[in-house]
């Protein structure tokens, strides 16, 4: 097996545990005691041992020259990487998941927080989404998609690795089935309401479960108040609203589909009288009500991450605060605004910072309710931080 080791000077991050070490980060990769490998002949995907600068071990992991990331490490033990591994791994993410309560559906596999980098495996119900988003993954899929049968005798398993990222890996991006054929249209439960999920042709594995939780903590706000929801996507947030007692709910996507698929959901659930959406620009609906005076009761926001990349994080921060200086505007003196950001290049402190700044601007006085991170089928791994991502907020809005 390759060699590869680390220079003198590394960031403390890989003696804490992060899996991912850089090309920069290496100081040669050894073919045996005598010859240096040639980054260039390096097959992406290979199994390597990593060793520090003074010929420790350090663990075993796939490298791709191709990627920026050189190597990401599977395990910091000397154990053989085969199928084995692959099903132990999955199984003890499903034991964590049965202890914490999250079984139905669930964040099975959440990548580098559970030692299973650049991997994603969604469950609803008895269905399967998987995302292997780096070389050396990909190369274990088969191996993965077998633990999944043996360990869940599943219904269907699907791959959503039609994404952007799998091209700077050298991969293509796909999407199908990993199993027989089925409808792709499944149907989940969840806080006691219905959502059909496209797990083919909803935004990335089809659902966001990082909200599940979430979804349960507007329960009381709502009664008898008029919602607008604004980046709705397939609408749970607003379907729970009705569903929990709201008035009217009024919710805003720019996507045609994810409107189309919750109209479907509010008809499931039988909310169809109180809840509806509508495919519109969320920025231009936000500034426009706004300054026309608009008000309601509750105002939920739930944006896509503005940014992936540090150089624009002063851009998404003055998008934060745009939509939520907006956003509270719309709320009636003494409403509530339920806000979320989910870039996690924006840490949590930083977000509630941009709040308060927005609470200023518009001149609003504010009261924390509720200050959440995702559901916990997502770890949060201390020490690694770009694993504590969302942020959920709900405060209350009064006239200063
Ligand atoms: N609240 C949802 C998730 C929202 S994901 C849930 O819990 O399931 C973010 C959504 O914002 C996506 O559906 C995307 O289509 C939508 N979006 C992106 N840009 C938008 C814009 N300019 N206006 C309105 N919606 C937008």
Request: glycine share 6%.
């Amino acid at each position: 097996m390759k060699k590869v080791i680390l220079k003198r000077k590394i960031a403390q991050r890989i003696f804490n545990g992060h899996p991912w070490i850089f090309g920069n980060e290496v100081e040669a990769v050894n073919i045996d005691t005598t010859k240096i490998a040639d980054l260039t002949t390096i097959a992406p995907g290979e199994i390597v041992d990593v060793y520090y600068h003074d010929n420790k071990f350090c663990g075993r992991g796939f490298i791709n020259p191709k990627s920026q990331i050189l190597v990401r490490v599977l395990t910091r033990k000397k154990e053989e990487i085969n199928e084995q591994f692959f099903y132990n791994r999955i199984a003890q993410c499903w034991k964590y998941r049965q202890q914490i309560g999250y079984t139905e559906n669930c964040r099975l596999v959440f990548g580098e927080a559970d030692e299973m980098p650049a991997l994603i495996i969604d469950k609803f119900n008895d269905y399967f989404v998987i995302q292997t988003l780096a070389y050396g993954m990909e190369v274990w899929k088969p191996a993965i998609v077998k633990a999944l049968q043996q360990i869940f005798s599943p219904k269907g398993i699907y791959e959503r690795n039609d994404v952007p990222v799998r091209e700077l890996e050298g991969l293509p991006q796909v999407k199908g089935f990993l199993s027989e054929p089925f409808d792709t249209q499944i149907t989940i439960n969840e806080n006691g309401l219905k959502f059909l999920v496209d797990v083919e042709n909803g935004q990335k594995t089809g659902y966001f479960l990082d909200q599940q939780d979430n979804r349960r903590a507007i329960q009381h706000i709502v009664k008898g108040a008029d919602v607008l929801g604004a980046f709705t996507y397939t609408g749970t947030f607003e379907i729970h609203a009705a569903h929990y007692g709201a008035k009217s709910v009024l919710g805003i996507d720019i996507s045609a589909n994810a409107v189309e698929q919750a109209n479907k959901n509010a008809a499931l659930n039988g909310l169809e009288k109180i809840v509806h959406f509508e495919a519109m620009n969320a920025f231009d609906v936000l500034k426009n009500w706004a300054k026309e005076g608009k008000q309601y009761d509750v105002v939920m926001l739930d944006p896509p991450a503005f940014t992936k990349s540090r150089e624009t994080i002063q851009k998404a921060i003055t998008g934060y605060k745009e939509i939520n200086l907006r956003g509270m505007k719309l709320v009636k003196d003494g409403g509530f605004l339920v806000t979320s950001s989910c870039t996690n290049l924006v840490p949590p402190d930083l977000f509630l910072h941009t709040i308060e700044l927005a609470a200023k601007d518009a001149r609003k006085k504010i009261k924390q309710v509720v200050f959440n991170a995702q559901a916990a089928d997502h770890p949060i791994v201390w020490g690694m931080e770009n694993t504590n991502y969302l942020k959920f907020l709900i405060i209350q809005v009064c006239d200063r």
